[in-house]
Structures are given as C-alpha cells and as structure tokens.
C-alpha cells in the first residue's frame, strides 16, 4: 500500500527561480513528515521535517508546507541552486517511530 | 565519528543463490534499519535491530533475514534469491529506535545494488 505518494517524478528549475515538489499522503495518523534528498551513490540525507500539528515549518531556503485536510505536503526551495540537484523523498513514520514509509521520489535539476 | 559504511558496493547473483549484505553502523549508534530501493521506488523498509534483536518488521517474507552484533553492525540476509529482489539496499542507523521530531537522527550509508540474474 503506497501510504506516501509524489507524482512527479522530475522537475527542471532555472537556476534562482522557486522549486516546488508536492507529496500526498493517505494515512492521516502520522504525526511528522520528513524530506530527504539523495545524491547518486550516496544514501538519502535528512533535509528538514514537519510536524502533523504544524502547517509550515522553514530552514533557510528550505520551507515545507503542510495542508491536513487536503493530505498534502509541499517543500519550496528558494533559490534553487545546481547543488539542490538531487532526487528528493518525502518519508513519514509510523506511530511507533521506527519504520518508514518513503515516495518513490522527485528527480529535481536546477539548470545554471 | 565514521559514517555509515555498507559492502560490497555491487553484487551480482542468479536466481536462487543467498546473499549475506553488511552495514557498520555510525559511532554510538545502537539501531539499525534496513530498507529495500527497487528502480523507480522509494525505500522500502525490510526490518529494524534494537541491541541485536529485531525490532519492527516490514511486508518482506521470512526469507529475508538480519542479524545485528554486539558492536552493532548488522547483516542482511536474503536466501532463495528472486529476480524481484534486484533493489539497490540502504541501511541507516541512529541513536533511537523512533523518531519523535526536529532533527532527524536516521543516517543512511550509500547502499548496496544487488542484481539477481
């Protein structure tokens, strides 16, 4: 059961310009989201999370949008640079905090 | 403080054969996790070991197996290989057995991509 979903599984930004990656979810019990952004041949590195009783939470050009009823959760980059080049996973834990469940993740290139 | 190690790198195997996978967990870590990445997929996870013992399993049959060691280093063991078990596997470890917010304490190594023929 895909209990995390993302859609898109590219994006091209100009390079400065906002990166937007959408994630949906089903299950309404989880209590955080998180991103991870995974370089080739590298394993996947937290980026920044959110809370279920938060709508917005920001880390410097890292900003994650969460809207409950809709299911939805979003992570804004601005400005995107040719670093942020990356495939991005929103994750959510179960309640018991130990397992995972990942999207099969956004393929982000930032064109300089 | 070493990060988290996986080997081998790749691995080639037929249908049918084991395959023993294994991850050195970061320094003071004493959880690990492993997840399966198949082509196109987000990680899935297999299971996860708490001070050697399993702690949490995911939808994978029993022939996927793990052990975990007192200085925490865990293995990954897959018997009666498939063709659907070629996945690139992570392993992650941390201090918790949970996440309970803020800064994530999950660490991944760069994974082993398994290719079963």
């Known amino acids: 059961d895909q209990q995390v979903k993302q859609n898109s599984p590219s994006l091209s930004v100009q390079e400065g310009r906002i990166s937007i990656l959408n994630c949906d979810y089903t299950n309404s019990m989880f209590d955080y989201f998180l991103w991870y952004k995974k370089y080739p041949a590298e394993g996947p590195t937290f980026l920044i999370s959110i809370s279920s009783i938060k709508d917005k939470n920001e880390d410097g050009r890292f900003t994650v949008f969460l809207n409950k009823s809709a299911k939805h959760l979003s992570l804004h980059i601005v400005p995107s640079q040719p670093g942020d080049s990356a495939v991005y996973f929103c994750?959510?834990?179960?309640?018991?905090?130990?397992?995972?469940?990942f999207g099969t993740g956004t393929s982000l290139t930032v064109i300089p | 403080e070493t990060g988290v190690t996986q080997s081998p790198t790749h691995l080639i195997k037929t249908r049918g054969q084991q395959v023993t996978l294994r991850c050195s967990s970061q320094s003071g870590h004493n959880t690990v996790s492993w997840y399966q990445q198949a082509l196109g997929q987000g990680p899935q996870f297999i299971f996860q070991?708490?001070?050697?013992?399993?702690?949490g399993r995911g939808n994978f049959p029993p022939r996927f197996s793990g052990l975990q060691f007192p200085n925490y280093s865990s293995e990954l063991n897959v018997n009666a290989l498939e063709l659907d078990d070629s996945a690139l596997y992570l392993c992650?470890?941390?201090?918790?057995?949970?996440?309970?917010?803020?800064?994530?304490?999950?660490?991944f190594g760069p994974g082993t991509r398994l290719l079963v023929l």
């Open positions: 992650a470890s941390s201090s918790s057995t949970h996440y309970a917010g803020g800064q994530e304490t999950q660490y």
């Open positions: 994750a959510a834990p179960t309640n018991t905090g130990n397992q995972f469940y």
């Open positions: 070991y708490y001070r050697e013992e399993e702690n």
